[in-house]
Nanobody
């Protein structure tokens, strides 16, 4: 079982920055693929950024150049640095871990942290 705890959300003005953190426990962090998703009111949850166990990253087109995902395996933590925030970035952000075990993926979710960007 994997537990994920996010922090770092809050209220920020457009153009500002926030850094989200997600601490994982309960399994070998270095072997997990880690993702950040977000869900705005009335919208489906979408994948914002992902970082594989080997360090490869992927981003949603609308956040490329503004957001950076990183991981610190020694601290079992994944980060999402968000710069040049826009009101459309307002959402609840969720940390997601994917662990491959017994030849199948296992998905784990944090409780979410809310980000509000005012115009």
């Amino acid at each position: 079982q994997v537990q994920l705890v996010e922090s770092g959300g809050g209220l920020v003005r457009a153009g500002g920055s926030l850094t989200l953190s997600c601490v994982a426990s309960g399994s070998i962090f270095s072997g997990m693929h880690m993702n950040w998703y977000r869900q705005a009111p009335g919208n489906e949850r979408e994948l914002v950024a992902g970082i594989r166990s080997g360090g490869t990253t992927d981003y949603l087109d609308s956040v490329k150049g503004r957001f950076t995902i990183s991981r610190d395996n020694a601290k079992s933590t994944v980060y999402l640095q968000m710069n040049s925030l826009k009101p459309e970035d307002t959402a609840v952000y969720y940390c997601n871990a994917v662990m491959i075990d017994q030849s199948r993926p296992w998905y784990y979710w944090g409780q979410g942290t809310e980000v509000t960007v005012s115009s």
